[in-house]
């Protein structure tokens, strides 16, 4: 407690300039976006070596001039994310909605009045903090939202991000509790939905399933295929668009409305395939900042 009491102490003014840029329509901080894009592209030079390399890598067919165009594009969109996630801690629902508008939540609510639950995959693509807002475009008030998320080692920000996510509504559940309360939630009897952000790079020791993405040999997290055939909940992605600056939309597929018939690692390829389309959509709108192929060498030949 004591711990936690001296990083609110410190971190408070840092809170205080939060709260206040948040206040500030978003025309203005995209003011402040393209500030920012200045140092963090020219002086600190943040991952642009491996934003750079992933590219690379990803569009073999692509020459420099576009791959620079692209990375330059990354950044600014990057930027933006900062102060659209800022901004979460002061916006309406009706600007929200407005910015972010979903298609196919009848899929959803069609799964829901069936008795199913659900299980959705996203990924880092677009403003996936403004997803969660999905809750304001359901008709069912008894539906349980919640989303998989890894806990940060700083508590003060860990904190400060789970506010923020649950800005919609929506719970969030330790990466370690998954399970354990996706089954609760069954027994409850309450319909469920649940989204996990599967783009990441399972650890070494989880590594189950390789396949080829954006153009190479990729670990792929299989968890969600498996909770999902343990529960039997159907799965559904959030393939996301931006628009434009500012305004995302964000369209509900359907991945497997039935997954103990699905054959092993089929949801997963599904995801994939979903995933590498958004991405080939409009590259500069992935967070290419990850080490998503650290792993690449662990694979067998």
Same mark, same amino acid.
């Given at each position: 407690?004591?711990?936690?009491?001296?990083?609110?102490?410190?971190?408070?003014? *840092?809170?205080? #300039?939060?709260?206040?840029?948040?206040?500030?329509?978003?025309?203005?901080?995209?003011?402040? +976006?393209?500030?920012?894009?200045?140092?963090?592209?020219?002086?600190?030079?943040?991952?642009?070596?491996?934003?750079?390399?992933?590219?690379?890598? !990803?569009?073999?067919?692509?020459?420099?001039?576009?791959?620079?165009?692209?990375?330059?594009?990354?950044?600014?969109?990057? #930027?933006?994310? /900062?102060?659209?996630?800022?901004? *979460?801690?002061?916006?309406?629902?009706?600007?929200?909605? &407005?910015?972010?508008?979903?298609?196919?939540?009848?899929?959803?609510?069609?799964?829901?009045?069936?008795?199913?639950? #659900?299980?959705?995959?996203?990924?880092?693509?677009?403003?996936?903090?403004?997803?969660?807002?999905?809750?304001?475009?359901?008709?069912?008030?008894? /539906?349980?939202?919640?989303?998989?998320?890894?806990?940060?080692?700083?508590?003060?920000?860990?904190?400060?991000?789970?506010?923020?996510? !649950?800005?919609?509504? +929506?719970? #969030?559940?330790?990466?370690?509790?998954?399970?354990?309360?996706?089954?609760?939630?069954?027994?409850?009897?309450?319909?469920?939905?649940?989204?996990?952000?599967?783009?990441?790079?399972?650890?070494?020791?989880?590594?189950?399933?390789? &396949?080829?993405?954006?153009?190479?040999?990729?670990?792929?997290?299989?968890? /969600?295929? @498996?909770?999902?055939? @343990?529960?039997?909940?159907?799965?559904?992605?959030?393939? /996301?668009?931006?628009?434009?600056?500012?305004?995302?939309?964000?369209?509900?597929?359907?991945?497997?409305?039935?997954?103990?018939?699905?054959?092993?690692?089929?949801?997963?390829?599904?995801?994939?395939?979903?995933?590498?389309?958004?991405?080939?959509?409009?590259?500069?709108?992935?967070?290419?900042?990850?080490?998503?192929?650290?792993?690449?060498? *662990?694979?067998?030949?």
């Amino acid at each position: 407690m004591k711990k936690v009491t001296i990083e609110n102490i410190l971190y408070s003014p *840092l809170y205080l #300039c939060f709260k206040l840029h948040a206040m500030l329509p978003l025309r203005v901080l995209y003011i402040l +976006s393209d500030i920012l894009f200045f140092p963090l592209y020219y002086i600190i030079r943040y991952r642009r070596k491996m934003v750079i390399e992933n590219m690379r890598n !990803s569009f073999p067919e692509k020459d420099d001039k576009e791959i620079l165009r692209m990375e330059r594009a990354f950044y600014h969109h990057f #930027c933006d994310y /900062v102060v659209e996630t800022i901004k *979460l801690m002061h916006i309406s629902d009706e600007e929200m909605r &407005m910015r972010t508008q979903f298609y196919g939540v009848e899929l959803l609510d069609k799964a829901i009045a069936e008795g199913r639950s #659900c299980l959705m995959y996203l990924g880092h693509y677009g403003n996936w903090e403004w997803v969660p807002s999905v809750t304001l475009w359901m008709h069912n008030p008894e /539906v349980i939202f919640a989303q998989i998320y890894r806990p940060l080692k700083n508590k003060w920000f860990d904190h400060f991000f789970l506010k923020l996510r !649950s800005r919609f509504n +929506s719970h #969030c559940i330790p990466k370690q509790d998954t399970l354990r309360e996706i089954i609760r939630y069954r027994n409850s009897g309450q319909p469920s939905i649940t989204g996990f952000m599967a783009d990441q790079t399972p650890s070494p020791t989880n590594i189950h399933f390789w &396949m080829t993405f954006l153009n190479q040999d990729t670990p792929v997290l299989t968890g /969600v295929e @498996k909770i999902a055939k @343990k529960v039997d909940f159907a799965v559904f992605y959030f393939d /996301v668009e931006k628009v434009r600056r500012g305004y995302y939309a964000v369209t509900i597929r359907e991945v497997e409305l039935h997954p103990k018939e699905a054959s092993e690692f089929d949801i997963t390829r599904k995801y994939m395939g979903l995933m590498e389309n958004t991405i080939r959509r409009a590259p500069e709108y992935w967070l290419w900042t990850h080490n998503r192929w650290k792993h690449k060498g *662990l694979k067998k030949k």
